[in-house]
């Protein structure tokens, strides 16, 4: 079965970092996509970077471009999100959810990942 547990969110000031993890299991990480997506409060759920390894892909959103970076660790089953520079903006609930290895194409479309995080809060407020 597959299952994703994100951790690492928390309290940061403006221009603080934090580093996101997706610990997953019941799947390789070679064969599936990961994507992260936020979501504050009466916003939609917004893509923020995707990493794809049999296809050699990974994107990032508009909004984080420059500041944000994915990365992954095979032999902890772990897909990282480096979030640097952070601003008030940023703010928001964490997802990391995991679906076919085609579907890091921007911009991401939720519906395109089949299994989900429970999520991870993240706020940047001085």
């Known amino acids: 079965q597959l299952k994703l547990v994100e951790s690492g969110g928390g309290l940061v000031q403006p221009g603080g970092s934090l580093r996101l993890s997706c610990a997953v299991s019941?799947?390789?990480?070679?064969?599936?996509?990961i994507g992260w997506f936020r979501q504050s409060p009466g916003k939609e759920r917004e893509g923020v970077s995707c990493?794809?390894?049999?296809?050699?892909?990974?994107n990032y959103g508009d909004s984080v471009k420059g500041r944000f970076t994915i990365s992954r660790d095979n032999a902890k089953k772990t897909v990282y999100l480096q979030m640097d520079s952070l601003k008030a903006e940023d703010t928001a609930v964490y997802y990391c959810?995991?679906?076919?290895?085609?579907?890091?194409?921007?911009?991401?479309?939720?519906?395109?990942?089949?299994?989900w995080g429970q999520g991870t809060q993240v706020t940047v407020s001085s």
């Open positions: 959810a995991s679906g076919h290895p085609n579907v890091c194409i921007w911009p991401l479309s939720a519906s395109d990942f089949n299994s």
């Open positions: 019941g799947f390789t990480l070679d064969y599936q996509a």
């Open positions: 990493i794809s390894i049999s296809r050699g892909t990974r």
